[in-house]
């Protein structure tokens, strides 16, 4: 069973930085797929950024050019590197795990319809 956590959430000024992490225990292999999803109050979850096993990125619209997405195999953590923070990307944050270490081809907008595992979520608060 792989267990996600999720760390470095916070509150922070528009035009800040917030570096998020996602340490995964539990796993024996590489997962096809990892990402990062929101939810903010009232509205639905968004994927947020996306990267497979070869190091390919994807990215909401919303989130290019300020957010990064990068994995550390060794240390089995994903991070979510985020700059430029704008108001309207308060929202708790979720990191997700494909349960599969094949399959097709992996981007944020695709993720949501995979096997998934989840972390329990980081608070994110931007203020104006």
């Known amino acids: 069973q792989v267990q996600l956590v999720e760390s470095g959430g916070g509150s922070v000024q528009a035009g800040g930085s917030l570096r998020l992490s996602c340490a995964a225990s539990?796993?024996?292999?590489?997962?096809?797929?990892m990402g990062w999803f929101r939810q903010a109050p009232g509205k639905e979850r968004e994927g947020v950024a996306g990267?497979?096993?070869?190091?390919?990125?994807t990215y909401a619209d919303s989130v290019k050019g300020r957010f990064t997405i990068s994995l550390d195999n060794a240390k089995n953590t994903l991070y979510l590197q985020m700059n430029a923070l704008k108001p309207e990307d308060t929202a708790m944050y979720y990191c997700?795990?494909?349960?599969?270490?094949?399959?097709?081809?992996?981007?944020?907008?695709?993720?949501?319809?995979?096997?998934?595992?989840w972390g329990q979520g980081t608070q994110v608060t931007v203020s104006s």
């Open positions: 997700a795990r494909d349960r599969r270490q094949w399959g097709p081809t992996c981007t944020i907008a695709t993720m949501p319809r995979r096997p998934l595992d």
């Open positions: 539990g796993a024996t292999y590489r997962s096809i797929c």
């Open positions: 990267i497979d096993k070869f190091g390919s990125t």
